[in-house]
């Protein structure tokens, strides 16, 4: 029987991690009433007006929160992960090999970034894992909570269009509408699959097919307040963190970012390259990448070996990192799990999708 891997702090001079990089399956839409659409229906592209930066701009979003009449929009992992299997079970070429999924993982994005930045960040999290003919699936578990649209989901509706060769100033209301990529990427010995909601893309044309997704550039859209050297300080340290995590295990190599003022008026956008956000090898002042790719190699790993004799997806292994400031946080590798009763992770359409195979 395999063993967990033992606890120890990851350091920046261990071996370095092979991390290939991230090969796009396809994509899907969740549309306005939360339902899976099976095209790309909610594909954004980032306006050409905007393709070349710094420039600068005026953006009131506060102005353009008030003028709009803006739903708060449910946020749920669970249910995100049921929209990702629902792509496998419809598109299964380039994802069922050998009648099973060919990834050692399946989950959303947001997983795989809580546990790169936990040697680091502060806040807490809780995933939790099934699994099915030999794949895991893991979903982060928060409350169903009513997500408002908030300054952030603004500008990124002042840069982006749904149509390239419509470059109109307009601002696009907002809405509940996401556009989900699906990636394969393996880190060391280990395959991933994961789904991920993306920003807008860079396109002189409408996006119509896979291997059109393949030639486009996918980014991330950001917006932050220049207010106090605090700020500054938390920038630098904690939001470049989350950022890197988010970007670079998708292989986006490009942020665009609006700068606020103090009355929440976006006056420059600048577009900021995923590697300089990279802390220097050499220092450890605030976070070191081949920490944060250890963390992550070492908690998939160890999830392996717990689940080694596991085939059952009523079976449930919880995972839970404790906030930073009520534990020994840099302790808590390796985690043992809690094991408990279904939570519905799987829906009873794909599980039998999947045992048929």
């Not at 990851?10 to 939360?34: F, H, R, V």
């Not at 500008?155 to 996401?178: G, H, R």
């Not at 939001?239 to 609006?258: F, R």
């Given at each position: 029987?395999?063993?967990?891997?033992?606890?120890?702090?990851?350091?920046?001079?261990q071996?370095?991690?092979?991390?290939?990089?991230?090969?796009?399956l396809?994509?899907?839409?969740?549309?306005?009433?939360?339902?899976?659409?099976?095209?790309?229906?909610?594909?954004?592209?980032?306006?050409?007006?905007?393709?070349?930066?710094?420039?600068?701009?005026?953006?009131?979003?506060?102005?353009?929160?008030?003028?709009m009449?803006i739903?708060?929009?449910?946020?749920?992992?669970?249910?995100?992960?049921?929209?990702?299997?629902?792509?496998i079970?419809?598109?299964?070429?380039?994802?069922?090999?050998?009648?099973?999924?060919?990834?050692?993982f399946?989950?959303?994005?947001?997983?795989?970034?809580?546990?790169?930045?936990?040697?680091?960040?502060?806040?807490?999290?809780?995933?939790?894992?099934?699994?099915?003919?030999?794949?895991?699936?893991?979903?982060?578990?928060?409350?169903?909570?009513?997500?408002?649209?908030?300054?952030?989901?603004?500008?990124?509706?002042?840069?982006?269009?749904?149509?390239?060769?419509?470059?109109?100033?307009?601002?696009?209301?907002?809405?509940?509408?996401?556009?989900?990529?699906?990636?394969?990427?393996?880190?060391?010995?280990?395959?991933?699959?994961?789904?991920?909601?993306?920003?807008?893309?860079?396109?002189?044309?409408?996006?119509?097919?896979?291997?059109?997704?393949?030639?486009?550039?996918?980014?991330?859209?950001?917006?932050?307040?220049?207010?106090?050297?605090?700020?500054?300080d938390y920038?630098?340290?904690?939001?470049?963190?989350?950022?890197?995590?988010?970007?670079?295990?998708?292989?986006?190599?490009?942020?665009?970012?609006?700068?606020?003022?103090?009355?929440?008026?976006?006056?420059?956008?600048?577009?900021?390259?995923?590697?300089?956000?990279?802390?220097?090898?050499?220092?450890?002042?605030?976070?070191?990448?081949?920490?944060?790719?250890?963390?992550?190699?070492?908690?998939?790993?160890?999830?392996?070996?717990?689940?080694?004799?596991?085939?059952?997806?009523?079976?449930?292994?919880?995972?839970?990192w404790?906030?930073?400031?009520?534990?020994?946080?840099?302790?808590?590798?390796?985690?043992?799990?809690?094991?408990m009763?279904?939570?519905?992770?799987?829906?009873?359409?794909?599980?039998?999708?999947?045992?048929?195979?």
């Amino acid at each position: 029987m395999a063993k967990r891997e033992k606890n120890k702090t990851p350091t920046t001079d261990q071996q370095e991690i092979e991390l290939s990089n991230s090969l796009i399956l396809g994509a899907y839409s969740i549309d306005d009433n939360g339902d899976f659409q099976n095209d790309l229906s909610a594909l954004k592209y980032l306006k050409k007006t905007y393709w070349n930066t710094p420039q600068d701009v005026n953006f009131n979003l506060k102005e353009i929160y008030e003028s709009m009449k803006i739903d708060a929009r449910p946020h749920n992992y669970l249910e995100r992960l049921k929209s990702l299997t629902r792509f496998i079970q419809e598109n299964p070429e380039n994802i069922i090999k050998n009648n099973k999924v060919d990834a050692d993982f399946v989950c959303f994005r947001g997983v795989l970034k809580y546990v790169l930045a936990s040697f680091y960040c502060h806040q807490g999290w809780i995933v939790e894992a099934v699994k099915l003919k030999g794949t895991i699936y893991m979903a982060l578990i928060t409350n169903c909570l009513m997500e408002p649209l908030d300054y952030l989901t603004i500008f990124e509706n002042c840069i982006v269009t749904s149509d390239p060769n419509k470059d109109s100033v307009a601002v696009i209301k907002p809405s509940a509408s996401e556009f989900h990529f699906v990636m394969s990427k393996k880190i060391n010995d280990i395959k991933l699959l994961f789904g991920g909601e993306c920003d807008a893309i860079i396109s002189d044309e409408p996006v119509e097919s896979l291997d059109d997704l393949r030639n486009s550039k996918l980014i991330e859209i950001k917006s932050r307040g220049d207010k106090s050297r605090h700020y500054m300080d938390y920038f630098r340290d904690y939001k470049k963190l989350h950022w890197w995590c988010q970007s670079s295990i998708a292989s986006i190599d490009s942020i665009y970012l609006g700068k606020r003022d103090e009355n929440d008026i976006v006056k420059t956008i600048e577009k900021i390259d995923v590697e300089s956000l990279e802390t220097p090898e050499k220092s450890q002042k605030f976070w070191n990448k081949n920490v944060c790719l250890h963390r992550l190699r070492e908690f998939l790993r160890n999830v392996q070996v717990d689940m080694e004799d596991v085939n059952d997806p009523r079976t449930v292994y919880r995972y839970e990192w404790k906030e930073r400031f009520t534990t020994n946080w840099k302790n808590q590798f390796p985690m043992f799990p809690d094991i408990m009763q279904d939570r519905g992770m799987l829906s009873e359409d794909y599980v039998l999708f999947i045992n048929n195979l």
